[in-house]
């Protein structure tokens, strides 16, 4: 009854409850991570992105693509990665993973684990996606997860994507609530400007489902 939108939200102002918050978020994130579900029937963006990119092997990294999201989850990664390993015969899981290095998918605030290159990789971090809710997953998820009020828009992270935006010529946001705190932090304003003067090829796209006339005008 905290009248929060947000866990983020409710836990800027009761840091007491952070790591609870975290623990909190990663036990419901961690379950839901079903392969199967990645690959049922029915239609997903996934499967569009991916035949979109859709090359021989060797030049899937040539594709001109970076994800930049504030979701935890990893379901992008795993997908492509096993959409990969299965659309090319042969291919190990290291061969695929390397192709999609070239491919930046940057969780800026954090993830729930790296996901393992091969069957040897055993790092502190590194966690299967495979929904199990032990013990040492929600550590790890835990420690991996930052709230949006913490100090993170000094994390290599957000310098990295501020260097994308600068880069890119086409810059799309899906599914983004504009929040003025994550605009801020990306310095998208500033960059933006500069680019549309430098070029007038550029373009930026984003969609608007469920926001009020008040937030887009402000965007």
């Not at 933006?192 to 469920?210: H, L, M, N, P």
Request: net charge neutral.
């Amino acid at each position: 009854e905290s009248g929060r939108q947000s866990i983020d939200a409710f836990l800027q102002h009761n840091d007491r409850f952070l790591d609870l918050g975290k623990l909190a978020i990663a036990a419901i994130l961690v379950p839901l991570e079903d392969r199967k579900r990645l690959f049922d029937s029915r239609p997903n963006w996934y499967k569009e992105l991916f035949n979109y990119l859709s090359t021989r092997f060797d030049d899937f990294s040539r594709n001109r693509l970076s994800i930049i999201t504030f979701n935890y989850d990893r379901s992008l990664e795993q997908f492509l990665l096993t959409a990969l390993s299965n659309s090319y015969q042969g291919k190990t899981r290291d061969q695929c993973w390397h192709q999609m290095s070239f491919i930046p998918i940057i969780h800026l605030h954090g993830d729930l684990g790296i996901l393992p290159s091969n069957d040897m990789d055993t790092g502190d971090d590194v966690r299967d996606y495979d929904g199990s809710l032990s013990r040492e997953a929600l550590k790890i998820a835990m420690r991996r997860i930052r709230i949006i009020h913490e100090e993170v828009d000094q994390s290599s992270e957000f310098q990295k994507a501020r260097t994308l935006f600068s880069e890119a010529d086409i810059i799309a946001f899906l599914g983004f609530g504009f929040d003025p705190i994550n605009l801020k932090r990306l310095q998208l304003r500033q960059r933006v400007f500069k680019t549309a003067q430098r070029d007038d090829k550029w373009r930026i796209y984003g969609t608007s489902f469920e926001l009020g006339e008040a937030r887009k005008a402000c965007v």
